[in-house]
């Protein structure tokens, strides 16, 4: 089950519950947060010296200590205990003090500029900003782990990411977050029910919208999506938005481009959204994440549309015989890229500058991302890392449906970076997604407010501006 694809783009899930608290960071006294981060040198770590070797690349001292911090949400925690395992057998003189929390930002955000965990996993719903702990230089690069060489497996550790992984990690020229899963997204339906009911999966909108009363004279909703956390809809809306209006649409939004949110198809896409709404082809009730996957599981919904961490967050209750399978976001039928499919790393990792052991941080993220701990991540998880071939010995059809998505994708990978470059426009982005996704707000509107919330930040002279060139 091994993708391979040859362009990979952005974002994960929460990159996923991800930036709902990201600008929070930005809601802080003038001096910031992480001010005692800001223009210092990173402090001197006093745990290496150990001897460099092609095992030991960055010198991790035996008798010394690390600190590893794993965000504990869909995905769970024990592949990261396997990695402990994997990092203990090469170095079973080093301790390795690892822990699991879904409020990463609230603890560990407060020790930044102070003494920080060695290695913490920034997701989740609490997660810290990516762009101010970059700008206040609060982050280790990490160029130097790409260069290192692969754990178990030929070339370096960069040669055994699949592509796009060293990209959604680079930030002003450097690489600082090393993401160790990979998404694909789309839309989640029941193959089983489908087959018993003589459906089939539509491609388009349109044939969405025909099979829509059908699924409705069964009792169920069309459709159910996440309404609390607006980075969920986001992710549909954008991929739309490449499909129907093409990637240079989605880059010039990155950048800031003047007037970029008013491209042409860029209204066209989010219209069937606007239409689905006002159809009533959703589910009621104001769901989060977790409440929105059961109604999906409980057979109220026929879609819903989120990653591939689905299967292991709902493992427990996914009932027998549900064959969760993934189809792509629906494309009109003459959009640009309907073939191009939303996919990319996630779920990252990052070293502190002043984290007293970076040397053995770096050393575990080089056993997180080897085969053998890639392997585990994708039996445990259902899901794939980052590393190639992370799949290739797992059987899972909900996997499979994902691999067969990637294998028969269009030449590009969907890829949105504007909500990794600006907290801010993060914000506002997710707020009118969903106020779109509860009819509040037409998608000319949509596209109207968004235009304004870019502007905001293009014509903002302290805000450091980012480029995306591919």
């Not at 006093?46 to 690390?66: E, I, L, Q, R």
Request: glycine share 8%; aromatic share 8%.
């Amino acid at each position: 089950m091994s993708v391979t694809p040859e362009n990979l783009g952005d974002l994960s899930r929460r990159t996923l519950l991800q930036r709902a608290a990201a600008a929070g960071l930005l809601a802080v006294p003038a001096m910031g947060v992480l001010s005692a981060c800001a223009g210092s040198e990173p402090e001197k770590s006093d745990t290496g010296g150990g001897a460099k070797s092609k095992d030991n690349p960055f010198g991790v001292k035996d008798g010394s200590a690390v600190k590893v911090v794993v965000f504990n949400g869909g995905l769970g925690d024990q592949w990261a205990k396997e990695d402990k395992v994997i990092f203990s057998a090469k170095h079973p003189n080093v301790t390795v003090n690892m822990s699991s929390t879904q409020k990463i930002k609230t603890e560990e955000q407060p020790k930044m500029a102070t003494q920080p965990s060695d290695l913490v996993m920034n997701s989740g719903a609490d997660m810290m900003d990516r762009s101010t702990l970059i700008n206040e230089g609060a982050i280790e690069p990490l160029d130097d782990l790409l260069t290192a060489p692969a754990w178990d497996s030929e070339g370096t550790v960069a040669d055994s990411l699949l592509p796009g992984t060293v990209t959604d990690g680079t930030q002003n020229g450097k690489f600082y977050v090393v993401n160790v899963a990979y998404t694909v997204w789309g839309n989640w339906y029941n193959a089983a029910l489908f087959k018993k009911e003589g459906w089939q999966a539509p491609t388009t909108w349109e044939e969405f919208f025909a099979l829509a009363p059908k699924i409705k004279n069964k009792g169920m909703a069309p459709y159910v999506h996440d309404a609390v956390h607006g980075y969920y809809p986001r992710w549909a809306l954008m991929a739309s938005i490449w499909k129907t209006a093409g990637k240079q649409v989605v880059v010039d939004i990155d950048n800031l481009k003047e007037n970029a949110w008013k491209a042409d198809g860029v209204v066209k896409a989010l219209e069937p959204w606007e239409k689905l709404v006002k159809d009533k082809l959703l589910l009621p009730g104001k769901l989060d994440h977790t409440q929105s996957q059961q109604a999906f599981l409980d057979g109220k919904a026929a879609f819903i549309q989120v990653g591939t961490w689905l299967k292991n967050e709902m493992a427990a209750t996914i009932p027998p015989g549900f064959e969760l399978t993934l189809s792509d976001y629906w494309h009109n039928a003459d959009d640009k890229t309907p073939k191009d499919v939303f996919a990319s790393s996630g779920e990252g990792f990052v070293v502190p500058s002043k984290a007293p052991n970076k040397e053995a941080a770096k050393e575990f993220l080089r056993a997180m991302l080897s085969k053998a701990g890639s392997a585990k991540f994708a039996e445990l998880t259902k899901s794939l890392a980052s590393t190639k071939g992370s799949g290739d010995n797992v059987q899972d059809t909900a996997l499979a449906s994902a691999n067969a998505l990637m294998k028969n994708g269009g030449s590009e990978l969907i890829s949105v970076k504007f909500q990794d470059f600006y907290a801010d426009l993060d914000k506002e982005s997710q707020n009118l997604s969903e106020e779109l996704m509860a009819g509040r707000l037409t998608a000319q509107q949509f596209v109207d407010k968004m235009q304004a919330a870019a502007d905001k930040v293009a014509k903002d002279s302290s805000i450091k501006k980012q480029t995306r060139t591919a």
